[in-house]
């Protein structure tokens, strides 16, 4: 049974600390995508990569949020500085294209849950 | 902007009733996707809808995208405890693949 993993499921830290996150996407599935979400916000996009290439990071705050795909079994989501608004629910999904109709299945992991104090 | 409004945001009813949500926007999507999602986890897919007008079924769980594609409505008929989570609508952002999520409705699925 192919499931999307993600690690740490639980992180605590204080503020200013660097914070990683890491997302193994299912075998196969060449797109993944990052998502956070907040009671406030909802699920929000932050980015997402295909073939490993970032395809838009719109969604990130660019000068502390990092994501990077080292390789087709690895993404990973970095925050440095982590600040206390950074405390949210983290997601990793992987994505199977549907060719005909030009859109994606998306698969997601079981999250990681962020607290910055 | 693409936003997708969803009604209503909660819904508590007894087992074995039916119930009708909601995923509205003013904008045309090319699909629309309905997940769910239960304490804990992440989002399932549990159908995507890609032609005006096109319903689908999934056991008892009814999904029709509007005409004009901007809109896509859930039916459950005679809701379980099971069903209970959050339910959310998601669609790619005009030309692109930047999925957007709607703002979710609650169900809770009273036995």
């Known amino acids: 049974d192919a499931r999307v993993t993600q690690t740490p499921r639980h992180k605590v830290t204080e503020m200013g600390q660097e914070v990683t996150m890491r997302c193994q996407p299912i075998l196969g599935h060449n797109t993944v995508f990052w998502y956070r979400q907040t009671m406030m916000q909802g699920l929000e996009l932050l980015a997402y990569?295909?073939?490993?290439?970032?395809?838009?990071d719109s969604g990130m705050p660019k000068d502390r949020f990092s994501a990077e795909m080292p390789d087709a079994t690895l993404a990973t989501l970095k925050i440095q500085p982590s600040e206390p608004r950074d405390s949210a629910v983290y997601f990793c999904?992987?994505?199977?294209?549907?060719?005909?109709?030009?859109?994606?299945?998306?698969?997601f992991g079981p999250g990681t849950r962020l607290t910055v104090t | 902007t693409q936003l997708l409004e969803q009604s209503p945001q909660f819904l508590s009813i007894q087992e074995g009733e039916n119930l009708t949500v909601y995923c509205n926007s003013s904008?045309?999507?090319?699909?629309l996707q309905w997940y769910r999602q239960e304490p804990g986890e992440g989002p399932v897919l549990l159908v995507t809808?890609?032609?005006?007008?096109e319903v689908k079924k999934l056991k008892r769980l009814t999904f029709q995208f509007g005409d004009a594609r901007k809109d896509s409505s859930l039916h459950i008929t005679a809701a379980q405890p099971g069903d209970t989570g959050l339910y959310l609508c998601a669609g790619p952002t005009s030309g692109t693949y930047k999925y957007i999520f709607g703002t979710g409705t609650r169900l809770k699925v009273l036995a």
């Open positions: 904008s045309v999507f090319s699909s």
């Open positions: 809808v890609v032609t005006g007008g």
């Open positions: 990569f295909r073939n490993r290439a970032p395809l838009d």
């Open positions: 999904a992987s994505g199977l294209v549907l060719r005909t109709v030009r859109t994606y299945e998306q698969y």
